[in-house]
């Protein structure tokens, strides 16, 4: 009796599990927003209209969290994350996701084989890259009649432009920015940022606004907080700055310099129950056709080589897209990428001399 | 003990309403006199608690005066009046000793230590609870709670002190053993009480005066004796004690005494205390232990055939109760004396009694 | 039965009438009764325990739990346990190392080796995985070759810190939590200054939940007094305004703060028309600690007004009549004999904000800005961002202690009888 009783206790929480996981439903979690929107309209709708499985959209606020949650506890619903490269190449490392062969990719509208297609590093052993993204720097160009921000150091000049500033709440990033802003040149970046003069140097540029400093933490709240006029300039998204230019007219002007790249991979956690669906789904929205497709959505450069001459015009404000895009030439001059190996290295203690130090 | 010329408390044409609609309290005149025990009986909403209120301050009159040793009292604050008070359910402060309850009132009065300390011991020995002063409320029985609160009123020495049915959660046998105690510190101490209740026993046994209350106007206010023996009107009468009422219409009236019909079933000759005209309609006030059953002919004027209805054995009395003249709840006492009437339930029965005894009042015809 | 009673007093044993003790006839008949009572709670108690118990001591396990370098490098740390953590040690130690490398490598663990290693020495991360990938390959000397591949190895600090976290359990998250790290000689010494951080937020979470029960205390009990007083048609429709809160989600209120409070919100722009302050001089009230205490004074000041509410509720207004007509005068009577009477009330409401303040996460993390953020953001941080869970267990471990150590002060001094909640 006692035995059946387990049994059948088992089995309903087995039934339980299952039916979380909708068999053929894929589960693909991405970061919300207008993000996730150029998804659903680039990758998911296409998908479902070839006769793809259904897909199951959810948002969640990056980190690896969740993902390590399901994987340890055996019970993995997500069967494809969006992520930063950062975490793709650590979940990896802890083998907490699964590798990808790379031979699935299908080669370029051109015909170049997809591994010289996708632009350098954006293929690691458990992720494939579709966008670049890029942490600028926007204001709002009414509150600037006259001289108008035009570099790094512009931001961090408060005698030129006095005003409040939107920082994101945490290290990366804008430890670089602020060595930039003091003048390093990108390539010594993260050299210097190896030395303790160089993270002390980089936190004595920050010292200098950070009375004047409002911190946001979700993506959303940068493009707000200028529209409420909580602050002058303020850190971002450049997608989510672009969005409000598009959509909601904002009188938005994005700097581009000293701005720091980074990229956006898919990724399956170890043990997702949909594994081939998921496999497919990443060769499918990663070809020439999606990865253009999605930068007529948001300003989110494609990573595939043969996609850049096919970005057009948004698909529903008419903006010609190019000019928007982290990677075209002439916002690409100063930029800087995020070295992921150093912050892999790096993050725990910096963080935690980043929290010190915005708790003084 | 009291000199009626010269009250301690006056109510002079006092009006409570608390609405705005209603009157809750008619214009009332009440002279209360220093030493009186004096007992506000009524129903519930009869305004008598209204009253207390006024009096101690915690709801103003919206008319009229109140008067202590001469002095308007409407616009002092309670707190400055003088008068000590027990509470229904005592009102015991639960934070403190009853040691610290009892020294309460005497340290806002910024009485020395020593002095608090004696006087407190005099009031807990006045009650008999020498021994508790170091207990909580909470640790006392009812009875006890209802010492303390009496000697909480008392302790600073008040002339006057208010009782707001304190005895109403006390068991039967403890509340007529608190009656006789209160009673008594009443005598040795001579202070004057006024008491709501709304239990008429005990309105009879404390009082030198009981003022019944019904519908915002005192009824009736007289000593206890008189109270019950002879009341003013219909409602004094069924209010207090028990009461049998003849309905009937007056036919005659002579002398101080008139002659009633009741409704066909003869006529009864009463006393004409409040009754209308001629022609009016009058109840006839009888209480049941001035009945006698089987009286010798020619001693009554009254006398009239029943049947013997019930018959309760209550050990100092038999309870009768007797169909007669068309009412089947009359009642007839019949003390257990050696030769009293033996009576079948179902046999015909003679009930007799006199004009004195039967008293034609006004028609009321219940709440 | 008197003399059975009387047999009881004097120490003998009473029967029953079949003979057997009375106590244990009672007890018998008791028991089933008892079962019965047992097992109506018993579906409660096992749901408590599994979502609540469990999971508690889980957490504080996983906090002094550190099987990751122990399970993954075992042949390493079996030698290094008898290592006098002197000298660099010697070949013999090399040798393993590589070994446990390659061996890491090739079932995937390198990476949670590395991050193991990394949060108690910074930047040794890549070390480890850069060495892994070589390790295969690596010949005799190993001490040479492992060297060669990075000199952090020739290190005697990578390899003190190699050996104390090759124990299978660590108080060192313990130690991080309170802002202290072991020096490179095992003695516990406080954290460098610039990282110094978790002690200075225990101060502030206790800081701003105390400002906020006091706050809560403070609006709180006039408005308690009101409902508990007012005749009954106004103090429902003032019941409806304290609960309006609980009707509404956390986010909407936190935002709406944010609506009011930001610098050219409601309430600086009405400061600047009223003249109070210039359009320059726009007063910063949230994103900072000031934001924190308002939307947490305003979303915990129910807990705080119902336990008051249903403890004045109970106190009958003849209390205070009582202390009028013994003379003392309103202030007095209200002090004396109304306050002290509420006294659980404001121990229970007090006790239930302060609790509910010490763990609150999403509205610091919405207005507290840089200056207003609570340990519960740190260990959110932990949990979430640097997936260092054990770090966070630590800091939710003495969270919890404190509120024990806090509860238990409570009880002494008020008593817990004396609380109220409902």
């Known amino acids: ?360 | 003990m009291s000199d009626p010329s010269d009250p301690l408390v006056r109510f002079i044409e006092v009006q409570k309403s608390y609405d705005g609609e209603i009157l809750v309290v008619k214009n009332l005149n009440l002279d209360i006199a220093k030493g009186e025990f004096l007992t506000m009986l009524g129903p519930s909403g009869s305004g008598k608690t209204t009253c207390l209120m006024m009096l101690a301050g915690f709801e103003p009159a919206t008319h009229g005066e109140i008067t202590l040793e001469g002095n308007p009292i409407n616009n002092v604050a309670p707190h400055k009046r003088g008068i000590g008070m027990v509470f229904q359910n005592y009102a015991l402060f639960p934070h403190m000793t009853v040691f610290e309850n009892l020294a309460f009132p005497l340290e806002v009065r910024k009485m020395g230590k020593s002095d608090i300390e004696t006087k407190v011991k005099q009031a807990l020995d006045m009650v008999q609870l020498g021994d508790f002063g170091h207990r909580r409320p909470m640790q006392l029985s009812g009875g006890q709670q209802q010492r303390v609160a009496v000697a909480r009123a008392l302790v600073f020495d008040p002339q006057l002190v208010l009782m707001d049915e304190p005895l109403g959660a006390l068991d039967k046998q403890l509340r007529e053993q608190m009656q006789y105690e209160i009673k008594h510190i009443h005598e040795s101490l001579g202070v004057t009480v006024v008491y709501v209740t709304h239990d008429q026993s005990e309105a009879l046994t404390m009082s030198n005066r009981v003022a019944v209350f019904n519908d915002g106007v005192i009824q009736q206010l007289a000593p206890p004796d008189v109270l019950y023996e002879k009341p003013d009107n219909a409602f004094c009468a069924q209010f207090i004690g028990e009461n049998n009422k003849l309905m009937g219409t007056v036919k005659e009236k002579s002398g101080g005494n008139c002659v009633v019909d009741i409704s066909g079933s003869g006529v009864v000759h009463a006393l004409d205390v409040n009754a209308g005209d001629v022609g009016a309609g009058t109840s006839l006030s009888l209480r049941p232990e001035r009945v006698e059953i089987d009286p010798p002919e020619g001693k009554f004027p009254n006398v009239f055939e029943g049947k013997v209805e019930e018959l309760i054995y209550l050990g100092d009395h038999i309870r009768t109760r007797v169909n007669v003249c068309g009412h089947d709840d009359f009642i007839v006492k019949v003390p257990n004396i050696s030769d009293h009437a033996s009576l079948i339930e179902g046999n015909p029965v003679k009930v007799g009694w006199t004009i004195d005894d039967c008293r034609a009042l006004d028609v009321y015809e219940g709440p | 039965m008197s003399e059975q009673v009387m047999a009881a007093a004097g120490g003998g044993a009473v029967l029953a009438a079949d003979g057997t003790p009375l106590k244990e006839r009672l007890q018998k008949t008791l028991r089933r009764r008892k079962l019965v009572a047992a097992g109506l709670v018993l579906p409660l108690g096992a749901f408590v325990f599994i979502t609540f118990m469990f999971p508690i001591v889980l957490m504080l396990f996983r906090s002094i739990d550190n099987p990751v370098i122990n399970e993954n490098m075992p042949l390493t740390a079996a030698i290094l346990e008898h290592w006098d953590g002197q000298d660099i040690p010697g070949e013999e130690v090399f040798a393993a190392l590589a070994a446990d490398l390659a061996q890491a490598r090739e079932t995937k663990e390198i990476g949670r080796v590395a991050t193991r290693m990394n949060f108690e020495y910074s930047g040794v991360r890549s070390v480890f995985t850069s060495t892994a990938r070589k390790a295969k390959n690596m010949k005799a000397p190993f001490k040479d070759a492992l060297i060669k591949a990075d000199e952090k190895w020739g290190e005697r600090e990578m390899w003190v810190t190699l050996q104390r976290m090759s124990k299978p359990y660590t108080s060192s998250q313990y130690l991080a939590a309170l802002d202290m790290r072991y020096d490179i000689d095992n003695n516990i010494v406080m954290q460098d200054e610039d990282r110094q951080i978790y002690v200075m937020i225990f101060g502030r979470t206790l800081w701003i939940s105390f400002l906020v029960s006091a706050l809560c205390l403070l609006l709180g009990y006039p408005v308690a007094y009101l409902l508990a007083t007012l005749p009954l048609k106004y103090s429902n429709l003032l019941m409806i305004m304290v609960l309006l809160p609980f009707w509404t989600s956390l986010l909407v209120r936190t935002t709406s703060w944010i609506v009011l409070l930001q610098t050219n919100g409601v309430l600086n722009d009405i400061f600047v028309w009223l003249h109070l302050i210039d359009d320059e001089g726009r007063i910063q009230m949230i994103y900072n600690q000031m934001g924190t205490v308002i939307a947490m004074t305003h979303i915990l000041l129910p807990f705080m007004v119902l336990p008051l509410y249903s403890v004045m509720k109970t106190i009958p207004p003849s209390y205070m009549r009582a202390a009028l007509s013994l003379g003392a005068n309103p202030v007095t009577a209200y002090v004396r004999v109304y306050a002290p009477q509420t006294v659980p009330g404001i121990g229970a409401g007090s006790l239930l904000v302060f609790i509910l303040s010490i763990g609150y996460y999403i509205t610091p993390a919405l207005v507290g800005g840089r200056t207003g953020q609570m340990i519960s953001n740190f260990i959110a941080f932990h949990m979430q961002k640097s997936l260092n869970w054990g770090l966070a267990a630590a800091l939710g471990g003495i969270l919890l202690v404190g509120v024990l150590i806090l509860y238990w002060a409570y009880s002494k001094i008020v008593g817990v009888d004396n609380m109220k909640l409902g």
């Open chain 1, 1 to 360: 009796m006692k035995k059946t009783l387990l049994m059948s206790t088992i089995a309903a929480a087995g039934i339980l599990a299952a039916s979380a996981a909708f068999a053929g439903n894929l589960t693909v979690v991405s970061w919300g927003g207008g993000y996730t929107k150029s998804q659903v309209e680039a990758y998911h709708k296409p998908w479902e209209a070839m006769g793809g499985s259904k897909i199951n959209s959810e948002d969640y606020n990056g980190g690896l969290a969740e993902v390590k949650a399901q994987v340890e506890s055996g019970k993995v619903v997500w069967d494809l994350v969006d992520v930063e490269l950062s975490d793709a190449v650590r979940g990896c490392d802890e083998g907490l996701l699964e590798t990808i062969d790379k031979s699935i990719l299908p080669a370029g509208d051109d015909g170049t084989p997809a591994t010289s297609d996708f632009l350098p590093g954006t293929l690691t052993d458990c992720g494939v890259a579709s966008i670049v993204w890029t942490t600028i720097y926007a204001y709002d160009t009414t509150k600037f009649p006259g001289a108008k921000p035009t570099t790094m150091a512009d931001f961090y000049d408060l005698n030129k432009f006095p005003g409040k500033r939107g920082l994101r709440k945490g290290a990366k990033s804008n430890l670089e920015m602020a060595l930039m802003a003091d003048g390093v040149a990108p390539g010594d970046v993260y050299k210097l940022l190896g030395t303790d003069a160089g993270v002390d140097r980089a936190f004595a540029k920050l010292d200098t606004i950070k009375g004047s400093t409002v911190w946001w933490e979700a993506g959303a709240q940068p493009p707000q907080m200028l529209a409420d006029g909580e602050v002058l300039m303020t850190t971002a998204y450049n997608g989510r700055i672009f969005g409000a230019v598009a959509t909601e007219k904002k009188p938005f002007e994005i700097v581009w310099d000293g701005q720091v790249w980074d990229l956006d991979l898919w990724v399956i956690p170890k043990g997702a129950p949909n594994k081939a669906d998921a496999l497919k789904f990443v060769a499918f929205s990663t070809d020439t056709k999606r990865n253009a497709a999605q930068a007529s959505w948001i300003s989110y450069g494609p990573v595939r080589k043969s996609a850049a001459p096919l970005v057009g015009k948004h698909a529903t404000e008419g903006i010609d897209m190019k000019p928007h895009m982290p990677t075209a030439p002439g916002n690409f001059k100063n930029a800087l990428q995020n070295d992921f190996a150093f912050w892999a290295d790096h993050a725990d203690e910096l963080n935690e001399k980043f929290s010190a130090w915005l708790a003084k």
